[in-house]
């Protein structure tokens, strides 16, 4: 069967490594990056660390608005599939990109596979929230990540197709936590001590685009009786400069550039805390049992709070400094998120599928 991936931004290109090294056995793949993240930092970096295949495709899309992007990528994806005449799209995640891939897909008639499918944050004042819901109610193959993903697209009516899977993101971090434990020097250049650190990282428009919201973040990182090493978004460091917010952090913060994933994986692996707004690190603490303060007023990964790892305290400076202070993980985690093995099954059912065809 000939697969078309569609990546675009670091989580994609994370789920994207381990998976395509499975589809490859089995299929041909065609690799698509829009070009969403194109800093050599949120980009070229992850192609080199994890060994993903050179793209086939660079749409080199860059930043805009959220309409013009898309529409870019849709102008550009509809004309690789019309020339390459894939089996199947795959698209991953809740960006730009993913709906983008599904919907140029679809009105080509063109089977759509959505790996992590069936999230839902169910507040629609949030881009990624459309996205999953447009990609999931265009999606012929919906591989979702685990129960509650499968359970959400029950309840809008979504059962053809679905199969919980278990979830890529800890494929690819099995597969890299040794290597990044054995070769990423970050803690040494950094000086940093095992659990005598918090990571924290802030991308997300809700937080970065208010002054109000950034600055409460920042006044409580700045508050912390803990060092705090802050990898900064390019798009976050240009909001805090623009509010006036750069030099305060910097003196009492560690600041530093966007991490690889393995000096990244490393750094949150030796954590006392982690705080963050994105969905793919509250992921990626609970999955290395690392306590998450996410900073905002939902999540799509549910399952991570009632475990009792995840704690959600929007960008309300008090309890980010409470939370800071007093919250901890619980004793046990579930294997909410599968085994690691996610690629194989996920492979398993696209087998079946070709051999149907």
Known sequence: MKILSIIGARPQFIKCAPLSRSIRREHKEILVH???????????????????????????????SHGEQTGKMLVEIEKILINEKPDLVLVYGDT??????????????IKVAHVEAGLR???????????????????????????????????????????????????????????????????EYLGLSSKEYLVVTVHRASNTDSFKNLSSIVNAFCEADIPVVFPVHPRTEKYLKKYGLWEKLCEKVTVISPLGYLDMLKIMSHARKILTDSGGVQKEAYMLGIPCITMREN??????????????????????????????GAELKSNIFGTGNSCEIICEILKNISYSR
């Open 34 to 64: 829009t070009g969403q993240h194109y800093d050599p930092e949120l980009s070229e970096i992850f192609f080199k660390e994890l060994d993903i295949s050179e793209p086939d495709y660079n749409l080199g899309v860059g930043s805009s």
């Open 96 to 109: 730009n990109s993913t709906v983008a891939g599904a919907l140029a897909a679809s009105k080509l008639h």
């Open 121 to 187: 944050s169910f507040d629609r004042t949030m881009p990624e929230e459309i996205n999953r819901v447009l990609t999931d109610h265009i999606s012929d193959l919906l591989f979702c990540p685990t129960e509650t993903a499968v359970l959400n697209l029950k309840n809008e009516g979504v059962t053809t197709g679905v199969y919980n899977v278990g979830d890529v993101m800890l494929d690819a971090l099995k597969y890299n936590i040794k290597i990044a434990e054995d070769k990423a020097m970050v803690l």
């Open 299 to 328: 999540t799509e990964w549910v399952e991570t709070v009632e475990d009792g790892w995840n704690v959600l305290v929007g960008a309300d400076c008090e309890k980010i400094e409470d939370a800071i202070l007093n919250f901890e």
